[in-house]
């Protein structure tokens, strides 16, 4: 492994150097282009300056990617992170750091786990004959506003790389994880549903039908649907949230018209058509409409890459184990062909939050296990 001689000395300066460069990401704001473009400008030039093979892609919409590859082997590992962030406040983009968190957007979700994997990689040891190592870099992943009158399903980055032939023998995506792995996440089927009432005068709401009140209802008998309440080994219940709710024509009438916005992550072993159908079931008169569908993550706990990592973890983080993962990620690109994928990332909290942060000591921890993991990966071994 390159890098300072080992001691305590080297213990500080390896956390300074985690904890150094994750700030320089946080302070890029990338949940617009130009943050994005800044981002990618910056690691794409300390990739190269650490002589690691990198590659800059140019996808869909201006939409850039990088890929570094060390090691040309059949066998691949493929760490995977994404750059962007949601919208914050000017001021969460100057990190800082207090009582032993560092602090600022992207932080925990997933900068602070990103730089963990850009410092490994330009790390490792030369992969030998028979492995390689990546890591993916996106821009997109944090693309969900699907505000408009057009919705649509149109695929982020890792997707289309994927379609394009992306494959690994294992992947390891950095969200936050609190150095548990996850091999379970719920499906993704985000709904819009319009819900038709009568339009009356204000003055006179007993001559019509008001579609928001309807609405409202709509929303309070999806949730009691059976599909609501069915658990797996890793989930207690799927998860349905109204997330945005629009109606009516003018203030001095009855709605006659309203639509919400239903965000349901539903648990790996359910049907989304099941699903549909027991909610259209509620009202045939209801328009509904899928803005946005992924797979649930489904990972066997005794896989022998996952009972690894998992063990890695484990020999610097007690206790770290295999979890379910609420939130979905890029994982489902990857599972869709087949490809096993995980979710791994250091510990924080408060991700799209004012308090978003990442445990400084759990990024020399993280770096510990990722390093353990895909050393022994390079050198042709079983990780």
């Keep these: 492994m390159r890098g300072p001689e080992s001691g305590p000395d080297a213990a500080i300066l390896r956390a300074m150097e985690e904890c150094a460069l994750a700030e320089e990401l946080i302070r890029l704001d990338s949940s617009h282009q130009p943050g ?5 400008e910056l690691i794409h030039g300390w990739l190269i300056a ?7 892609k140019h996808l869909a919409e201006g939409r850039e990617v990088l890929l570094a590859q060390r090691g040309t082997g059949p066998r691949r590992l493929l760490l995977c992170g994404h750059l ?31 730089a963990v994997m850009m410092l490994v990689i330009a790390g490792i040891p030369e992969p030998g004959p028979f492995a390689g190592v990546s890591l993916l870099i996106v821009p997109d992943e944090e693309r969900t506003d699907l505000g408009g009158d057009a919705p649509g399903d149109d695929a982020n980055c890792t997707e289309i ?47 019509g039908d008001n579609a ?58 359910q049907d989304p058509r099941q699903i549909l159908g027991q909610i259209r079931s509620l009202d045939p ?21 996952v009972q690894d990592l998992v063990a890695a973890a484990e020999a610097v983080s007690p206790g770290a184990e295999a979890v379910g993962r609420h939130g979905a990620s890029d994982v489902g690109a990857f599972l869709g062909k087949g490809i096993p994928a995980v979710e791994f990332g250091p510990r924080g909290g408060g991700h799209h939050g004012v308090g978003e942060h990442v445990e400084i000591q759990s990024l020399s921890d993280y770096r510990r296990a990722l390093e353990s993991f895909a050393t022994t990966w390079a050198s042709g071994a079983r990780a």
């Design 36 to 40: 994005v473009t800044a981002c990618v």
């Design 84 to 114: 962007d962030v949601v919208p914050a406040e000017a001021e969460l983009f100057e990190p800082t750091r207090d009582n032993g968190r560092l602090r600022g957007r992207g932080a925990y979700d997933m900068k602070g786990a990103l």
């Design 161 to 207: 790389m994927v379609e394009r032939g992306l494959g690994a023998d294992f992947v390891i995506c950095g969200e936050p994880t609190d150095m548990d792995v996850g091999v379970q996440a719920k499906g993704v089927l985000m709904t819009r549903i319009v819900i038709p009432g009568t339009a009356a005068h204000g003055s006179t709401p007993w001559l």
């Design 285 to 305: 008169r209801a328009e509904i409409t899928v803005l946005l569908e992924r797979r649930p993550a489904d990972v066997p706990t005794d896989h022998p890459y």
């Design 212 to 269: 928001i009140l309807r609405a409202v209802d709509y929303y309070e008998r999806v949730m009691n649907l059976p599909f609501a309440s069915t658990s797996s080994d890793l989930f207690s219940r799927p998860s349905v949230n109204l997330s945005r709710i629009t109606g009516g024509e003018a203030l001095n009438s009855v709605p006659g018209r309203c639509a919400i916005d239903v965000d349901i992550r539903y648990v790996p072993g």
């Design 50 to 56: 650490r002589g690691v093979p990198v590659r800059r």
